[in-house]
């Protein structure tokens, strides 16, 4: 059965899974992911990880879909958006610094700025990537950034 994966950051600073839920169908629509009011500004990271640059006006969405085949993964970063991200094939680890976490099809991550990775498995996995672009922290602001492309390893 499919899997929502909330993620957040523990007393300790580091990112983890804060709420699991099985996703059941048949019934009504249930809220999955709520976040009152405009989209956060996403607090600052402390363990480093390296910042994506966002290429959106806060508020902003967009999405898109990629393919991992095994030997890819990417290196440690973190977005300044709200990020909610399915399997549609396959599967995927995700890399929380708490530990790692096994996607399958249809399973679904919620990652508010969150610092994490992503590793192909054995088989390929396809995601597709739902991003709503957030106001970075005045702490961020002043970080530089690198083009998301740049982590994806194993081309």
Partial sequence: MPKLYITGVGPDGRSKVVETRELVGGGPPAPAYTADGPVPTILPCTTGAQLLAGHSAPGTFSAAVFGWKPGMYTDAHRTISLDVDTVLEGSVILGLEDGEITLRK???????????????TEEHGLVLYSIVSAAPSAADAALPTIEPMEIVHGF
């Fill in 106 to 120: 249809g399973d679904v991550v919620v990652l508010p700025g969150t610092v994490h990775t992503w590793r192909a």
